[in-house]
């Protein structure tokens, strides 16, 4: 845990000596940025590339805050002032359907409803359409949404506080 807090995986606060859902989740975002299998598992080759891993690299340096998602490792960067300040395992859309580009936060509800869905989105921030980041059960290690980007409890609050209007969403 130590490891994944110094490298921006795991936030300060999440130390229980125990592997639990915060950790499980940190170490499914170290994996898939590292290229590993993402098991959630503190497994033998996790633990030989943490000592040598380094913290997680913006694609675009700006000073401005931004979030940098990476559909294919199901990552997403929360930057400020250049630098990462926090890396998330996320799941994005099945078969593609979450749209690439560069977009910016231009809606957020605290408990948002989806029509075509029926179901409550907490912590939902809009980026474009109906695609949002949201809080959700279920967040597994391949993309499983209907185009938005799932995001693990309790890190959904995390991205909302960050995501603030305007912020930079960069998709790829």
Same mark, same amino acid.
């Given at each position: 845990? %130590?490891? $994944?807090?110094?490298?921006?995986?795991?936030?300060? +606060?999440?130390?229980?000596? !125990?592997? #639990?859902?915060?950790?499980?989740?940190? =170490?499914?975002?170290?994996?898939?940025?590292?290229? =590993?299998?993402?098991?959630? #598992?503190?497994?033998?080759?996790?633990?030989?590339?943490?000592?040598?891993?380094?913290?997680?690299?913006?694609?675009?340096?700006?000073?401005?805050?931004?979030?940098?998602? +990476?559909?294919? !490792?199901?990552?997403? $960067? $929360?930057?400020?002032?250049?630098?990462?300040? %926090?890396?998330?395992?996320?799941?994005? @859309?099945?078969?593609?359907?979450?749209? %690439?580009?560069?977009?910016?936060?231009?809606?957020?509800?605290?408990?948002?409803?989806?029509?075509?869905? @029926?179901?409550? =989105?907490?912590?939902?921030?809009?980026?474009?359409? @109906?695609?949002?980041?949201?809080?959700?059960?279920?967040?597994?290690?391949?993309?499983?949404?209907?185009?938005?980007?799932?995001?693990?409890?309790?890190?959904?609050?995390?991205?909302?506080?960050?995501?603030?209007?305007?912020?930079?969403?960069?998709?790829?």
């Amino acid at each position: 845990q %130590r490891r $994944l807090i110094q490298l921006r995986y795991l936030s300060r +606060n999440a130390v229980t000596g !125990k592997l #639990d859902y915060r950790t499980a989740q940190a =170490l499914t975002a170290f994996q898939a940025w590292e290229g =590993l299998p993402r098991t959630g #598992d503190a497994n033998l080759a996790t633990r030989q590339r943490a000592p040598i891993a380094k913290t997680p690299v913006p694609r675009v340096r700006s000073q401005s805050r931004r979030i940098e998602v +990476n559909r294919f !490792k199901g990552v997403a $960067l $929360l930057i400020e002032k250049g630098k990462v300040q %926090r890396a998330i395992h996320v799941s994005t @859309g099945a078969g593609g359907r979450t749209p %690439r580009g560069a977009f910016r936060i231009y809606r957020k509800e605290r408990m948002s409803w989806s029509r075509p869905f @029926g179901v409550c =989105l907490p912590f939902a921030s809009y980026f474009q359409g @109906g695609y949002a980041f949201h809080e959700y059960p279920s967040v597994p290690s391949f993309s499983a949404s209907h185009g938005c980007i799932r995001v693990g409890y309790p890190e959904a609050r995390r991205v909302y506080e960050c995501a603030s209007f305007g912020t930079v969403v960069s998709i790829t």
